[in-house]
């Protein structure tokens, strides 16, 4: 076996599917196939029930998948060891980032990190919050970014920006002359909700929740994917919808999104960083991470 077979085949077992796995590995499916099934001559056993919808691993599959993960997370090691053997810090580091803080805060935050140090090359990946979470933990992505983290025990969070997240209409709803509204009547209010696993969605239901408002109260009208298509809906009518204020300067400055405040709520937030507790990281990842540090203390 190689490292390129252990890699297929853990990606397999995280995705639970061969397709999605041959597809983040830039193969195609039949060639995933044969490579698991030499794997499985040379071992003498099936590593992989195929019967199901999900592709799972069997008894022997489960004891690969935890050596596995064990000889990937030593190669990666020995690799970044190698790598920073130099001098200079250089390299590619490959961050995730969920669209408030991959649209409007990391690209200038990384324009300024790469005049300090040109040499590194970086890779921004935008998705939402939950599959950058789970990318990050595959080691997919040395550094992530999100607006929302759920405590894991696998994880290291850090703040990396503050934001406030708003309401926000267009300037022909009703509300948008209003000095505020109430909770009660943001419940009432068709509303434009972004998919579940998006951060803000995540964020705004649970102040919601401490407020003594059930999420599932809300008169949701349209589900938009991610920021910027809720934004687009709000713009053109569709309801009132949360945004990042990060993501709606020029919209408000220009007056097609108008702000409404809530008595007696607001949300204020922080983006996170987030790594692999298990993960070391190569210095240029590093030197990434405190300069996001650097960058927090001094906004604060």
């Given at each position: 076996?190689?490292?390129?077979?252990?890699?297929?085949?853990?990606?397999?077992?995280?995705?639970?599917?061969?397709?999605?796995?041959?597809?983040?590995?830039?193969?195609?499916?039949?060639?995933?196939?044969?490579?698991?099934?030499?794997?499985?001559?040379?071992?003498?056993?099936?590593?992989?029930?195929?019967?199901?919808?999900?592709?799972?691993?069997?008894?022997?599959?489960?004891?690969?998948?935890?050596?596995?993960?064990?000889?990937?997370?030593?190669?990666?090691?020995?690799?970044?060891?190698?790598?920073?053997?130099?001098?200079?810090?250089?390299?590619?580091v490959m961050v995730g980032a969920s669209t408030g803080p991959g649209e409007h805060v990391?690209?200038?935050?990384?324009?300024?990190?790469?005049?300090?140090?040109?040499?590194?090359?970086?890779?921004?990946?935008?998705?939402d919050t939950h599959a950058v979470v789970e990318r990050v933990l595959a080691r997919e992505?040395?550094?992530?970014?999100?607006?929302?983290?759920?405590?894991?025990?696998?994880?290291?969070?850090?703040?990396?920006?503050?934001?406030?997240?708003?309401?926000?209409?267009?300037?022909?709803?009703?509300?948008?002359?209003?000095?505020?509204?109430?909770?009660?009547?943001?419940?009432?209010?068709?509303?434009?909700?972004?998919?579940?696993?998006?951060?803000?969605?995540?964020?705004?239901?649970?102040?919601?929740?401490?407020?003594?408002?059930?999420?599932?109260?809300?008169?949701?009208?349209?589900?938009?994917?991610?920021?910027?298509?809720?934004?687009?809906?709000?713009?053109?009518?569709?309801?009132?919808?949360?945004?990042?204020?990060?993501?709606?300067?020029?919209?408000?400055?220009?007056?097609?999104?108008?702000?409404?405040?809530?008595?007696?709520?607001?949300?204020?937030?922080?983006?996170?960083?987030?790594?692999?507790?298990?993960?070391?990281?190569?210095?240029?990842?590093?030197?990434?991470?405190?300069?996001?540090?650097?960058?927090?203390?001094?906004?604060?």
């Amino acid at each position: 076996m190689d490292i390129r077979q252990i890699r297929l085949f853990c990606r397999i077992v995280d995705r639970k599917s061969f397709s999605l796995a041959a597809d983040e590995m830039h193969i195609t499916q039949p060639a995933a196939s044969q490579q698991i099934r030499s794997l499985e001559r040379e071992l003498k056993t099936t590593l992989l029930d195929r019967s199901r919808r999900t592709v799972v691993a069997t008894d022997s599959g489960q004891v690969l998948y935890r050596y596995g993960r064990e000889i990937l997370d030593l190669h990666e090691r020995a690799c970044t060891e190698i790598l920073d053997l130099g001098e200079l810090i250089a390299g590619r580091v490959m961050v995730g980032a969920s669209t408030g803080p991959g649209e409007h805060v990391l690209p200038g935050m990384l324009t300024q990190f790469k005049d300090e140090y040109p040499g590194v090359s970086i890779s921004l990946h935008v998705d939402d919050t939950h599959a950058v979470v789970e990318r990050v933990l595959a080691r997919e992505f040395e550094i992530g970014a999100v607006g929302a983290v759920t405590p894991r025990p696998e994880l290291v969070a850090e703040p990396l920006a503050r934001d406030e997240i708003v309401l926000v209409c267009s300037p022909r709803h009703p509300w948008a002359s209003r000095e505020q509204i109430t909770l009660d009547g943001l419940v009432a209010e068709p509303q434009i909700m972004q998919q579940h696993g998006a951060g803000i969605r995540t964020v705004v239901e649970d102040h919601l929740r401490r407020a003594g408002v059930r999420p599932e109260k809300l008169n949701v009208v349209m589900e938009m994917g991610l920021m910027e298509s809720a934004k687009q809906a709000a713009i053109a009518g569709g309801g009132v919808t949360f945004l990042s204020r990060w993501a709606i300067g020029p919209e408000v400055e220009h007056g097609t999104l108008a702000i409404v405040p809530i008595e007696g709520f607001r949300i204020l937030r922080d983006f996170y960083s987030v790594r692999s507790k298990t993960r070391v990281l190569s210095r240029a990842a590093e030197s990434l991470l405190a300069f996001f540090r650097e960058q927090y203390a001094a906004a604060g």
